[in-house]
């Protein structure tokens, strides 16, 4: 089994920033995607951004250019950097991952419990 946990969320004012964090531990061997989904009320949960084990980053167009996703293998922990933050992004992040566990040859994918992120002035 593995978990992640997410922190770093928080009220902030718009064109502030957040830096939301995900460590996932257990019976980890090795971990292949790391996500960021987020959902806000009412709405479906979207992913944000990604980024593989050999550093391949993929980004939603409405975020692109003011968030950057970044891991530190050696921790298994996942870093969101979110700038210049709208009213718009507004929502529950979560993170999520493909995990190898020791001795299982298939992936198994998990979430976080989320982290509340508010922009309000």
């Known amino acids: 089994q593995a978990q992640l946990v997410e922190s770093g969320g928080g009220l902030v004012q718009p064109e502030g920033s957040l830096r939301l964090s995900c460590v996932a531990s257990?019976?980890?061997?090795?971990?292949?995607?790391m996500r960021w989904y987020r959902q806000a009320p009412g709405k479906e949960r979207d992913l944000v951004a990604d980024i593989t084990s050999g550093g391949s980053t993929n980004y939603a167009a409405s975020v692109k250019g003011r968030f950057t996703v970044s891991t530190d293998n050696a921790k298994n922990t996942v870093y969101l950097q979110m700038n210049s933050l709208k009213p718009e992004d507004t929502a529950v992040y979560y993170c999520?991952?493909?995990?190898?566990?020791?001795?299982?040859?298939?992936?198994?994918?998990?979430w976080g419990q989320g982290t509340q992120v508010t922009v309000s002035s």
């Open positions: 257990g019976n980890i061997f090795s971990i292949n995607v």
């Open positions: 999520n991952a493909d995990v190898k566990l020791w001795g299982m040859s298939r992936l198994y994918n998990y």
